[in-house]
């Protein structure tokens, strides 16, 4: 069982920014591709970002291109999102996931394997 954990999350102004970190204590990550994804309350899980098992490859979603970024240190366990430019509609619950099998990150929550439980992020004036 792999443990995943975001953290980096809060309030912040629109225009503002914010790092996502998603740790994976005591776990060699390099083993799984890792993707971003985003959900409300009233919007199903959302693929925000991608990044494949070396950091060499990475998709974002169209919502965020030219905003966000995607990172990870395999030495460190831990990948990145990196979130410039936030809007009042990125307001959501950010969680990162691990995939086993393929070495690129899928881009639908259900070829992921592994879940954290998430970070609230809130863009509000």
């Known amino acids: 069982q792999l443990q995943l954990v975001e953290s980096g999350g809060g309030l912040v102004q629109p225009g503002g920014s914010l790092r996502l970190s998603c740790a994976a204590p005591?776990?060699?990550?390099?083993?799984?591709?890792m993707g971003w994804f985003r959900q409300t309350l009233v919007k199903e899980r959302e693929f925000i970002a991608g990044i494949s098992r070396s950091g060499g490859s990475f998709a974002l979603a169209d919502s965020v291109k030219g905003r966000f970024t995607v990172s990870r240190d395999n030495a460190e366990n831990t990948v990145y999102l990196q979130m410039n430019n936030l809007r009042v509609e990125d307001t959501a619950t950010y969680f990162c996931?691990?995939?086993?099998?393929?070495?690129?990150?899928?881009?639908?929550?259900?070829?992921?394997?592994?879940w954290g439980r998430g970070t609230q992020v809130t863009v509000s004036s």
């Open positions: 005591g776990s060699a990550i390099n083993r799984y591709a």
């Open positions: 996931a691990a995939h086993i099998e393929h070495y690129y990150a899928p881009v639908v929550a259900q070829g992921y394997d592994f």
